[in-house]
């Protein structure tokens, strides 16, 4: 496996992109002017509708409505799964509650839930896929939240379905040229995302070239990556007196490190490091970056490798670096 292959993941934002660009923010202030033509749809159909229709709004709305603000959040913020989910379930239900504030009890327990349901799930599916993966799910749960407008008139009593004038016709295509507009629009802010995405993936990628450079033709390449309080690695196993390259990747929006408790050859490259010293190999990568650390282990064993923050050994970052003695030949 080529060195550059090893770094080489899934597209995600980093804070010199900043979290939210101008896609989520246009997706968030859409579903707001969404939840208030609900609101005022609400107000004037509520006479109209049947207590079941009613709930059946309320449901739709609220599952759609968490779905896509859990998918949109639970992609911008991957890396810290807790956040995007409250953050996606107290959006929910504060755009469930208003639009069906009107419906009575039943419909606003209906989308209360619905909500809940929805923006939990929806922040682990953005948090499991690629940003350009989730954008495709977004429009089409963002398509079936607009779509709430349409299921008013359509589940209104049969006495009120009559057609009182021809202006009436206007409506509906009105509608039409919004939701044409709105596409466009989405489909303009999403492309520019992708081109973000793509000259950050090329800078990501020409700065591993850069940094390859520093690794030696007989060192032996172990890349790590931390994520959601874990290793991907959990054993390492190396041989004695040969050079290694650790490379640990940060893929969450927190601190990690790590630190490796055995005697090693003094090299200079560790004496950039804090707390690094002959018997120990300590290095520490801030949120969404990547660093490297070249060093020779000199007595065989099975050394414990750990993160060395508060409670995160506790929570899963912890593995075992492996030294078997070099054979002769």
Sequence with gaps: ???????????????????????????????????????????????????????????FFGMNMGLTVGLLLGSTFQGNLFYSTILSIAIALLAAS???????????????????????????????????????????????SISTVFLFPLLQNEKSQRIKNKVWLIKPVVLTCFIILFIVMETNLAQNQFNTL?????????????????????????????QNMNYSQKEIIVENNQPVTLILENKDQIEHDIEINLPIRDNKSLKKHHGTNENSVHLHVKPKSTEQINFTPIASGIYEFICTIPGYKESGMVGQFIVNKSVAF
């Design 1 to 59: 496996m080529k060195y550059n292959e090893l770094y080489i993941s899934r597209k995600t934002f980093n804070k010199k992109d900043g979290l939210m660009g101008q896609y989520q923010i246009f997706i968030l202030c859409s579903l707001g002017v969404l939840t208030l033509i609900v609101v005022i749809l609400t107000f004037n159909f509520k006479r109209l509708l049947n207590l079941m229709n009613r709930m059946i709004i309320s449901m």
């Design 98 to 144: 208003l639009s069906s504030i009107s419906f009575g009890i039943m419909p606003i327990l209906e989308g209360l839930m619905a909500g809940l349901m929805g923006g939990m799930m929806g922040a682990m599916l953005g948090e499991m896929m690629k940003i350009e993966q989730s954008i495709f799910i977004i429009r089409i749960f963002l398509f079936l």
């Design 198 to 226: 793509s000259k950050s993936s090329q800078s990501h990628a020409h700065h591993i070239e850069n940094t390859s450079k520093n690794v030696k033709s007989d060192s032996k390449v172990i890349s790590i990556q931390a």
